[in-house]
């Protein structure tokens, strides 16, 4: 099964999960690299977060699954909880953050979850998971890194679209 994301034209192939780690990797430089200037903090509109949101939201994404991949591994973690993605841009201050640090983290973020994920046995990558969102469905560990990378490239279009 191939999905494909109608707004970005990402298609989840799985043939591409070996090589997903170092994508995302290249996508969280190229988005790092857009966090400078001044108009990264305010939003456009209300309901669409600014540039730096999404930037600290990818990075969230990678801290996140990154400790889920670890924890279906140790023990059986199945039934996934939403990471509260609306919840965090208030919690943890995302407009309020430097931008050059948010670049750094990203980075960081995106090596550690493309070196968990290296290290993920292909067998693994058959578990399957109770994804959350946007509606809770059952998914592979495979289909969870290739969503990863989605999300990398669909929130670095999201940020390009806001910047020019």
Not at 130 to 156: D, F, I, S
Request: proline residues 7%; charged residues 30%.
């Amino acid at each position: 099964m191939v999905d494909k994301c109608a707004e970005c034209g990402f298609a989840y192939d799985p043939a591409d999960i070996p090589e997903v780690g170092t994508r995302i990797r290249e996508s969280a430089t190229s988005t790092a690299a857009l966090l400078t200037g001044d108009d990264l903090h305010p939003r456009r509109t209300p309901e669409v977060w600014s540039p730096l949101e999404y930037a600290c939201h990818l990075r969230d994404v990678f801290l996140v699954l990154r400790e889920r991949f670890l924890a279906i591994r140790r023990r059986d973690m199945r039934d996934w909880t939403p990471m509260g993605r609306d919840e965090r841009v208030d919690h943890d201050g995302y407009a309020d953050q430097a931008p050059a640090a948010v670049a750094r983290q990203l980075l960081d973020a995106a090596e550690m979850f493309s070196n968990v994920l290296a290290r993920t046995p292909s067998e693994d990558l058959a578990l399957i998971v109770r994804y959350p969102y946007p509606e809770p469905t059952e998914r592979t560990l495979g289909w969870v890194a290739l969503h990863t990378l989605h999300e990398a490239r669909h929130h670095h279009l999201d940020i390009t679209r806001q910047l020019s």
